[in-house]
């Protein structure tokens, strides 16, 4: 999947600057798409030279021009494209899954403190994550919210977000427990 379909579909919220959209992979699309503000005005440029989006300039009295992008038409004909096809197979690249993979003995403390940074980390996402939702339905039941909204996809990946972060937290609390009996059986 290129960035581009993650930014046409994170305007279909409506037009976005370049740093909400930033915030906004810092946040609900993060749970399934990473860009550092660099890839993303890079792409930004691209789409626009392309006819994906258009941009038009905000003049700010105390602070610098803004730049608000929104989706043409013809950013909503690739969208459409781009959700017709055959999704690819998901491809997890996790560093830290590969120093528990070669973890030897003497690498138990270090990975240990790995693990444990990524559970805390976890914790953290999934608390933004259970704010977001509870932003969302806003009061609602979860079905009266879904009843209500146009689009259901934004919701939707914020619980797959949640619930990888929950399957996280619980490898993470399993992985620690084995690592500190094999610490413990060394000492």
Known sequence: ???RNAVLAALLDGEASGYDLAKGFDAPVANFW?????????????????GLIETRVVEQERRPTKRLHAITPAGRAALREFIAEPAKPTAIRDEMMVKVQAMEPEDAPAVRAAVAAKQEWSRARLARYERLRTRMLDGRSEQAYLAEVDRVGPYLTLLRGISLEQENIRWAEFALSVIE???GARA
């Open 1 to 3: 999947m290129a960035l």
């Open 34 to 50: 990473v860009a550092t503000p660099q890839q993303l005005y890079k792409e930004l440029e691209r789409m626009a030279a392309d």
């Open 181 to 183: 009996r094999r610490i």
